[in-house]
């Protein structure tokens, strides 16, 4: 009899992708109010085809925490930035058949931990561009000019609506701001010329 | 089930001593008799029922064996003695207790709070060694009870409790009740000399089996009983006497009495071995609970790996065959980390890599040797998966 259910012993005993990224692009970490485990996922990611190339977790965490990042880490591999940040917390538990309710909060840990490694990206690739191309929405590759011509084309007022339009937003979320301060830019820019 | 577990969980449970389950099979077999009947064969099972309690009553250095009464087990103990004390002196709604007692009496006395009673709970250092001048500030005229643990469960710190009687007396009419569950049969007990009213105990921490306990009801205090029916155990604790593990509890205490001693320093040496040659080896590895040894049960080792998850050591080791147990929130049905360890002040990344050892009467030098060969690579394993730095890091001197 194991220690875990059969699957997440698996991963326990044998855990993909676990340690230290050598060379990460981005890296983020979740900590659980619960029960205070902690998860870090790092990231390797290929900026001109932006995806992610490698990703590797560190935790400290029950089993199934660790089983958890071990299949999210395998499953964002060769995964494009927008489908890495919009990849559910079912992609992860549906593996194991089932997890007991209280370690979904595991998964969901996990899932966090990835969205802030990909807002780190964000932030380090707003820092490195500069100027109207910047890219707003390193999860889509959507940059400013692509917002800004959304909005004026169908007269978007939310953040809801430009994602809905362009995807920008529909990812990690940590150019939400950043958005809204375009939608903001634009609209009081329109008022002041009527 | 596994052939062979080496079984370092002694303080959860032990194995029914093969002594005590010859002296209880005849009385699951031929010797089924009522206690209470009229009968021969029943006054028979009388006299074995007796004669238990004058080994408990040896064992616990009582006075008297009629201070001795059955119950179904620790908790029940603790619980009847907290509340049978405030009914006995309802005017009195002032508790004292510590941060670190059994749940069987730290949720009782919660719950009592919460209908209530005013709780005082006194502060544990970070050895896990009580403040006794805040206990004799902490006494008041409306103070009942005062309930305090002989050995912590989780790291074997003992309680000074003949000074903690001797306080409670010289400063109050409080009552003096005792959660004794981890002490017995690991380190000797002289309930005569000491301040102390109310005594709890459970067999199957040493080696009688689960579900037999009893309390220490000191001569001349008179408990209501806390199950209410029939006249056994004089009227103290209704039931039909549980014969069989009443004779298991007896014998076990025997057992305890006759080798108990050469046990515990049999013990004490697998124990010291354990925990020096981990402080020394593992990087990170600190122990739980006061340094000096005299202030600690024989028998018990709580060390934390820190940076590392305690029930992925435990996971570990559970499949290398050894039993053990950790104080990490992870492995409580509550999520969260062992309140004892948390009064203690033990730093959170500590305190969620803490593995407590538990020795007893059937270990042996190899499977102390076989724990310590094992346990560096899975510390080290999992180290490597920690998110901290430094876990990684050497050994700070």
């Known amino acids: 009899m194991s220690f875990y259910p059969g699957r997440v012993q698996e991963h326990f005993d044998a855990p993909r992708n676990a340690g230290e990224l050598e060379g990460a692009d981005a890296t983020g970490e979740a900590c659980s109010f619960a029960c205070g485990a902690v998860v870090r996922i790092s990231l390797k990611i290929d900026a001109t085809r932006q995806t992610v190339t490698d990703a590797k977790f560190k935790t400290l965490g029950c089993g199934y925490l660790i089983a958890c990042a071990s299949v999210l880490t395998e499953a964002v591999k060769e995964l494009a930035l927008g489908r890495a940040a919009t990849l559910s917390t079912d992609a992860i538990t549906d593996w194991f058949g089932s997890l007991p309710p209280e370690r979904m909060d595991c998964a969901a840990l996990c899932r966090e931990a990835l969205h802030a490694a990909l807002a780190d990206y964000h932030s380090a690739r707003l820092e490195e561009w500069t100027g109207d191309e910047a890219l707003i929405c390193t999860c889509f590759g959507v940059s400013e000019n692509s917002i800004e011509r959304a909005i004026h084309a169908l007269a978007l007022r939310t953040v809801e609506q430009v994602t809905r339009t362009c995807n920008a937003g529909g990812g990690c979320r940590s150019c939400h701001p950043l958005i809204e301060d375009i939608l903001d830019d634009y609209w009081r820019a329109r008022s002041a010329r009527s | 089930m596994r052939e062979q577990i080496v079984y370092l969980d002694n303080n959860a449970t032990t194995r029914v001593a093969p002594e005590v389950f010859d002296a209880m099979r005849p009385y699951l077999e031929d010797l089924y008799g009522n206690p209470s009947s009229a009968h021969t064969f029943g006054r028979e099972m009388r006299r074995s029922v007796e004669s238990a309690r004058e080994q408990v009553a040896q064992i616990l250095g009582a006075g008297d064996a009629s201070e001795i009464v059955f119950t179904s087990c620790g908790s029940e103990s603790d619980n009847w003695a907290i509340r049978g004390v405030l009914e006995l002196v309802p005017g009195k709604r002032h508790i004292v207790t510590t941060r670190v007692e059994h749940e069987a009496v730290r949720n009782f006395c919660e719950r009592l709070e919460k209908n209530g009673y005013e709780v005082t709970w006194l502060e544990v250092d970070e050895d896990g060694g009580l403040d006794l001048e805040a206990l004799g500030a902490a006494l008041r005229p409306d103070t009942a009870l005062v309930s305090a643990m002989l050995a912590n469960n989780e790291t074997g710190v003992l309680f000074p409790i003949e000074e903690i009687g001797r ?22 007990i002289s309930l005569r000399d000491a301040n102390v009213d109310l005594f709890a105990i459970s067999g199957h921490k040493f080696h009688a089996p689960k579900g037999i306990g009893a309390l220490y009801v000191r001569k001349g205090l008179s408990l209501a009983p806390f199950i209410v029916g029939g006249g056994q155990e004089g009227g103290r604790r209704a039931g039909t006497e549980s014969l069989p ?104 990344t500590a305190a969620r890599g803490s593995i407590r050892f538990s020795l007893g009467r059937y270990n042996t030098e190899s499977e102390i040797e076989y724990t310590l060969a094992i346990l560096p690579g899975i510390i080290e394993r999992l180290a490597q998966w920690s998110p901290y730095d430094e876990a990684s890091g050497k050994r700070q001197v």
């Open chain 2, 167 to 188: 306080i409670v007396r010289d400063n109050s009419d409080a009552l003096f009740h005792v959660d004794g569950v981890q002490a017995v049969g690991k380190i000797p």
């Open chain 2, 245 to 348: 593990y009443i004779v298991g509890l007896g014998r076990a205490c025997e057992l305890a009495r006759v080798d108990g001693d050469a046990e515990a320093l049999r013990v004490r040496a697998l124990r010291d071995r354990l925990e020096d040659t981990i402080l020394a080896s593992i990087p990170n590895a600190r122990l739980n609970g006061a340094g000096d040894r005299a202030r600690r049960l024989p028998n018990t080792s709580n060390i934390s790996f820190e940076y590392v998850e305690g029930e992925n050591i435990l996971a570990s080791l559970d499949a290398a065959g050894v039993c053990v147990s950790t104080g990490s929130a992870c492995n409580a049905e509550t999520h969260e980390a062992s309140a004892v360890l948390r009064a203690m002040n033990v730093p959170y």
